[in-house]
T-cell receptor, first 109, second 112 residues
Framework: KNEVEQSPQNLTAQEGEFITINCSYS?????LHWLQQHPGGGIVSLFM???GKKKHGRLIATINIQEKHSSLHITASHPRDSAVYIC???????????FGPGTSLSVIP | EPEVTQTPSHQVTQMGQEVILRCVPI?????FYWYRQILGQKVEFLVS????????KSEIFDDQFSVERPDGSNFTLKIRSTKLEDSAMYFC??????????FGDGTRLSIL
């Protein structure tokens, strides 16, 4: 059973478009993470959320704890945003991270 | 900003050989983790380590795997007798209070 699901699996957007990636999870969590993985393979943490909304530059992450749902939004998308975006969670503060399958984003100039 | 560093970036090894993957976590972090990602698949948890002992391990982390923090700075993952299916990207991570886990850039392990 997949504890984390993401949609869409793949996404192609034109430069400048507003992008939304959705994540749903099935268990109680202490923190939800959005991570970015570039083709070289390294993983970068974008957001750690336990409630509400966070914004960093053109990226916005929201979470609805009751509905067990989170979204990652990218405003004014740019080709350099092309990467795999991964939703993940921890059940407790120092627990292992459970990773979702990722959404592969390609932004075309 | 402090980083988790992993060496080597790419390791090629013959099947059956031992391999050691090395990680230097961020210096004030206390919780350490290894994950792996088989090509085209999602990242999977292998093992977590705290206070010089394993706190949790997955089904993947069988007797062929071991972890060690030999000198207070390095954190190593050893695979005793590698199999073809061990080919993957291995990520080290470390964490401190109220912060997300920080990941290294990974070691790509190729078993021939």
């Amino acid at each position: 059973k997949n504890e984390v699901e993401q949609s869409p699996q793949n996404l192609t957007a034109q430069e400048g478009e507003f992008i939304t990636i959705n994540c749903s999870y099935s268990v109680g969590i202490s923190a939800l993470h959005w991570l970015q993985q570039h083709p070289g393979g390294g993983i970068v943490s974008l957001f750690m959320l336990s409630s509400g909304k966070k914004k960093h530059g053109r990226l916005i992450a929201t979470i609805n704890i009751q509905e067990k749902h989170s979204s990652l939004h990218i405003t004014a998308s740019h080709p350099r945003d092309s990467a795999v975006y991964i939703c993940a969670f921890q059940k407790t503060s120092y627990d292992k991270v459970i990773f979702g399958p990722g959404t592969s984003l390609s932004v075309i100039p | 900003e402090p980083e988790v560093t992993q060496t080597p970036s790419h390791q090629v090894t013959q099947m059956g050989q031992e391999v050691i993957l090395r990680c230097v976590p961020i210096s004030n972090h206390l919780y350490f983790y290894w994950y792996r990602q088989i090509l085209g698949q999602k990242v999977e948890f292998l093992v977590s380590f705290y206070n010089n002992e394993i706190s949790e391990k997955s089904e993947i982390f069988d007797d062929q795997f071991s972890v060690e923090r030999p000198d207070g700075s390095n954190f190593t993952l050893k695979i005793r007798s590698t199999k073809l299916e061990d080919s993957a990207m291995y990520f080290c991570a470390s964490q401190t209070v109220n912060q997300p886990q920080h990941f290294g850039d990974g070691t790509r392990l190729s078993i021939l």
